[in-house]
C-alpha cells in the first residue's frame, strides 16, 4: 500500500521534536506530499494495473495522518497551557493593570445609550441568537461556543461610547454606539479536518438566513493570533454584530491572550511591557495548528 513505511517514523520524530510547534508544521507538509500516485483511469475508478483499492487506502491512509497530527497538536498544547496560564498570573502580580480611564459621558447622552443597548439586547434575542441557533443545528460536526457572552456588557458599551464622542466630539451619542463592531458576538467552533469547509458553509448560511456580511478578517497567517472574525448587519435595523471562527485549540489560545491583549489596547500600557505581552501572544500561538487550507478564506471585502 501507499506510503506504508512514512507514519511510525515521522510521528515519532514529531512526539520527540524541541520545537513542537516547527515540526508540527513540518508534519503538516509531509503529510501534504502524500499523493494517489496511481494513474487513475477516470472512467473505470482504478489504476493502469488494476489495483482500484491503492486510491482507497491513501484517502484512509491520510486520514490516520490528519488525525494523529490533531491528536499530537492538542497534547503539546495541553502541555503547554499551565506554564502559559502560571506566566500571565506571574506577570499580573509584577504588573498590576493600568486603570481604565474613560471619559465622561453626561447624563442625556447616557440615556440615549442606554435605550440603544436596549435595542441591541431585543434584536439580539429576537432575530439573531435564534437563526444562530437555526444555522448551529445544521452541522452537528461543529458548535456555538461561549454562548453566555454573547452580548457586551452595558458598560464596557457605554465606555466606548464615551471614548468615541471624546475622540470625535462631532458624534452623537447614536453615531457613537453604531461605531461598536461587536455588540452582539458568537464563535462557532470547529475540528481542524472540519474547519475551512464548515466555515464556508456558515458563511453561506448566514447569508441565506439575509445577514449582510460587512467584514472577514482571516488571521491564521498571523503570529498573534489565529482565528477568523467577521461582522453582520441586520438588514431591518442596521444592527452590527460578529461572528468568529474556531478551533478548540485556537478559541483557548484566544481565551488564554485576550487579558493580554486588552491590555496592549490601553494607552496607558508601558512600551516595555507592550514589548512583553505580544510576545506572550507569538508564544502562547505557535502551538495553535493551522488546519488544512484554513489561510484560503479571502478577506471581505
Known sequence: MCCTG????????????????AAMEANR??????????????????????????????????AIVDATYQAVARERWENA???????????????????DVSPAIDEPARRQV?????????????????????????????????????????DRIMEKVANWMSAQPSLTPEDALAMVKDPIRYTFQYTEDHYTDGVCADIDRLKEFG????????????????GINSRWRVPDNGQLFEVQFHTGISFEAKQLTHPAYERLRNPSTPLAEQDVLEDLQRRVNAYVPIPPRAQDTPNYP
Open 114 to 154: 442606554e435605550a440603544g443597548c436596549t435595542s441591541i439586547r431585543e434584536t439580539e434575542e429576537t432575530t439573531v441568537t435564534p437563526a444562530m441557533h437555526r444555522i448551529e443545528s445544521a452541522d452537528p460536526d461543529r458548535q456555538l461556543t461561549g454562548l453566555e457572552h454573547r452580548r457586551k456588557g452595558e
Open 6 to 21: 512514512w507514519w511510525p517514523v515521522e510521528i515519532d520524530r514529531l512526539r520527540d521534536a524541541d520545537n513542537p510547534p
Open 29 to 62: 507538509a509531509t503529510a501534504d506530499k502524500i499523493t494517489l500516485d496511481t494513474d487513475t483511469d477516470t472512467d473505470t475508478g482504478t489504476d493502469e494495473h488494476g489495483d482500484g483499492d491503492r486510491a482507497a487506502a491513501c484517502i484512509e491512509y491520510r
Open 211 to 226: 445577514f449582510e456580511q460587512v467584514e472577514l478578517r482571516n488571521s491564521w497567517g498571523h503570529e498573534e493570533y489565529k
Open 81 to 99: 497551557k499551565p506554564a502559559f496560564s502560571a506566566e500571565w498570573a506571574e506577570h499580573k502580580r509584577q504588573h498590576p493593570a493600568p486603570a
